[in-house]
């Protein structure tokens, strides 16, 4: 199986003697997120978490896109995923910013939870 280019770069990165910074983790995510591949930024998160940064606004938003991009929203594993990630970012003192809300309240209509989205505004 190929391996996915930015993965690729990473692990050259890696190889390389070159840390990855939070900047780093963000491009990755958001690549994946364009992607559409839900599980890698699951895999980054929490791989950025375990190395000590502090993810932003950006980093969460990155796999709340994926989740949503991907389809997978109507799947009760990923849409509580997503919400998950959105009550982590709130509770961990990282405000939430119109990214947030536009793909949480798409992903809730994807759903076909209206209340809920009308609830979130």
């Not at 983790?25 to 690549?31: D, E, G, I, K, P």
């Not at 364009?34 to 940064?53: Q, W």
């Not at 896109?65 to 389809?71: D, L, P, S, T």
């Not at 990214?99 to 994807?110: A, C, M, P, Q």
């Amino acid at each position: 199986m190929a391996r996915c280019a930015p993965k690729c770069i990473y692990d050259d990165l890696e190889a390389s003697s070159c840390q990855p910074d939070l900047w780093t983790y963000n491009a990755m995510l958001s690549v994946y997120g364009c992607c559409g591949k839900a599980t890698e930024p699951e895999r980054l998160f929490k791989e950025l978490g375990s190395k000590g940064f502090l993810p932003d606004a950006v980093t969460y938003n990155s796999p709340l896109y994926a989740f949503a991009r991907e389809g997978n929203v109507g799947r009760q594993g990923q849409h509580d995923l997503a919400f998950h990630l959105y009550k982590d970012m709130k509770s961990g003192g990282r405000n939430p910013d119109a990214i947030t809300y536009n793909v949480l309240i798409d992903s809730l209509g994807k759903a076909g939870k209206i209340t809920e989205a009308t609830d979130l505004m």
